[in-house]
């Protein structure tokens, strides 16, 4: 006999705090924001780097930080050797 999982129609309703999503995850998997508690931690390369608020600051932070290291990466000039 198999042991059946509940069915729920709407999860949301069972949240302590409704309309938190369960996370973000960048398609390269570098960086995550997890829920922690009421708060979301920001995880780059298996490290926490920050907590913050709400889950709009922490897509925010993790954008910022991906268009910093475009910018560092395409924006460098290359030196020219005599």
Same mark, same amino acid.
């Given at each position: 006999?198999? +042991? ?6 709407? =999860? ?22 997890? =829920? ?24 925010? +932070? ?21």
């Amino acid at each position: 006999m198999s +042991f059946l999982k509940p069915f729920i129609p709407n =999860p949301g309703i069972l949240d302590a705090t409704p309309s938190d999503p369960l996370g973000y995850v960048t398609n390269d998997g570098m960086w995550a924001a997890v =829920p922690c508690g009421k708060k979301f931690m920001i995880i780059h390369n298996g490290s926490q780097v920050k907590v913050l608020n709400t889950y709009k600051q922490s897509v925010d +932070f993790i954008n910022n930080q991906l268009k910093s290291t475009k910018k560092k990466i395409y924006g460098r000039k290359k030196s020219k050797t005599s």
